[in-house]
């Protein structure tokens, strides 16, 4: 990796990691520890909260342990790095002896699905440039909901919504994050959306077919 480039990609990081550059892997984990721990903290949810660290700092351990085998093949190293967590996150549920229904959820959509507390059913409009405190107390609360309304998801449609919302990947590279196909990835986020529209009690713009 040429010294020289101010902004080098993820790839060519790694590369250079591989090959003995430690301030590669510097780079590499300022640009993606914000994110990856947010996707950790979030699939765990609040009951596993406490291993969130563990999660995390075993993915970057894999990163570390895979660096001189690690070659791109169609996926982001982005991509890659939620793959390692998700796997890490999977065996910590089934380690603690909750269940983790990776397979059967594609046949949710056969009947109604309830939240388990009431939905909102009057929200403010959004805050102004300047609004006032109790709209702030408001809007805190309603993101507090949102946490308390993902837990209640499966993990598959909680993993899917929070790399196509939370982290902006496209359709494509979820399914690649996920190992699943383009529909499948697809079918968990519409299920995810309409579960959290009807927890939230609130209208959620709908997702686009997208095809990136």
């Not at 790399?163 to 299920?191: M, N, P």
Request: proline share 5%.
């Amino acid at each position: 990796m040429p010294s020289t480039d101010a902004d080098p990609s993820d790839d060519l990081l790694m590369a250079a990691y591989a090959h003995g550059d430690a301030a590669a892997f510097e780079r590499l984990y300022a640009r993606h520890q914000a994110g990856l721990y947010r996707f950790v903290r979030r699939l765990l949810g609040s009951a596993l909260s406490a291993q969130a660290d563990e999660v995390f700092q075993d993915t970057w351990l894999r990163v570390v342990y895979a660096r001189e085998r690690w070659a791109p093949q169609g996926a982001s190293f982005r991509t890659w790095l939620f793959t390692l967590a998700h796997h890490r996150v999977i065996d910590l549920l089934r380690r603690s002896g909750r269940e983790v229904a990776i397979d059967a959820f594609e046949n949710e959509g056969d009947g109604p699905w309830e939240p388990d507390a009431t939905a909102w059913q009057h929200w403010p409009a959004p805050a102004s440039a300047a609004p006032h405190s109790d709209e702030l107390a408001f809007w805190r609360r309603a993101g507090e909901r949102l946490l308390q309304c993902l837990e209640q998801l499966p993990l598959p449609q909680r993993s899917a919504f929070l790399l196509h919302h939370d982290d902006g990947l496209a359709l494509a590279e979820v399914a690649s994050a996920l190992e699943v196909g383009f529909e499948t990835a697809k079918t968990r986020v519409r299920y995810a959306m309409s579960k959290l529209r009807t927890c939230m009690g609130a209208y959620l713009a709908p997702v686009r077919e997208e095809t990136r």
